[in-house]
Antibody, heavy 126, light 107 residues
Framework: QVQLVQSGAEVKKPGASVRVSCKAS????????IYWVRQVSGQGLEWMGW????????GYAQKFQGRVTMTRETSTSTVYMEMRSLRYEDTAVYYC???????????????????WGQGTLVTVSS | AIQLTQSPSSLSASVGDRVTITCRAS??????LAWYQQRPGKPPNLLIR???RLESGVPSRFTGSGSVTDFTLTISSLQPEDFATYYC?????????FGGGTRLEIK
């Protein structure tokens, strides 16, 4: 069965960095992109970026460009999300999710998130 | 960038009720819409893709419909486990966009 298991909760000071891991199992790791989505308490879902575990290529939402880096370690089927220069407003639950890309019709691709990690709470507090 | 607007933002209903949630896209997206359910303290769960295609294992009381700019998620007879928050998502781009969510509460 497909599983994404994330690392545990973190408490960081403003200005620090955090790295959250996401270990995949139950499928071929390099066949699916991994996405990161965050959720501030009581608010909606915010897409942060994606990484292709096969190539290592990644893409980020403009809001996070320059402050977030996603990497992967194929030997352990693990993806990492590092965020730097943390701010109070980065306090949120961070989710990794498997991206299913499918060909809807004639090369018109679509993207959904079909399996999710359990979430990692990152608290930024002085 | 295309925006997704959900309405209502919250909704109260009773077990057995039929409810409809709406997601409107700021421009035409054909059927490139997915719906997720998120129960408190849990990650989202994919319910529907391509506006109306139910994912495996999703109860048939969930129905998605619509195209171009206007989409709906209907739950035909609410069950206790359906009280959750629902999100729509634009699926025709790898830079994902979500609607703001609709919180479905017990009346």
């Amino acid at each position: 069965q497909v599983q994404l298991v994330q690392s545990g909760a973190e408490v960081k000071k403003p200005g620090a960095s955090v790295r959250v891991s996401c270990k995949a199992s139950g499928y071929t790791f390099t066949d699916y992109d991994i996405y990161w989505v965050r959720q501030v308490s009581g608010q909606g879902l915010e897409w942060m970026g994606w990484i292709n575990p096969h190539s290592g290529n990644s893409g980020y939402a403009q809001k996070f460009q320059g402050r977030v880096t996603m990497t992967r370690e194929t030997s352990t089927s693990t993806v990492y999300m590092e965020m730097r220069s943390l701010r109070y407003e980065d306090t949120a639950v961070y989710y990794c999710a498997r991206g299913r890309k499918y060909d809807y019709v004639w090369g018109n691709y679509r993207y959904v998130l079909d399996y999710w990690g359990q979430g990692t709470l990152v608290t930024v507090s002085s | 960038a295309i925006q997704l607007t959900q309405s209502p933002s919250s909704l109260s209903a009773s077990v057995g009720d039929r409810v409809t949630i709406t997601c409107r896209a700021s421009q035409g997206i054909n059927s490139a819409l997915a719906w997720y359910q998120q129960r408190p303290g849990k990650p989202p769960n994919l319910l529907i893709r391509d506006a109306s295609r139910l994912e495996s294992g999703v109860p048939s009381r969930f129905t998605g419909s619509g195209s171009v700019t206007d989409f709906t998620l209907t739950i035909s007879s609410l069950q206790p486990e359906d009280f959750a928050t629902y999100y729509c998502q634009l699926t025709n781009t790898y830079s994902l966009t979500f609607g703001g969510g609709t919180r479905l509460e017990i009346k």
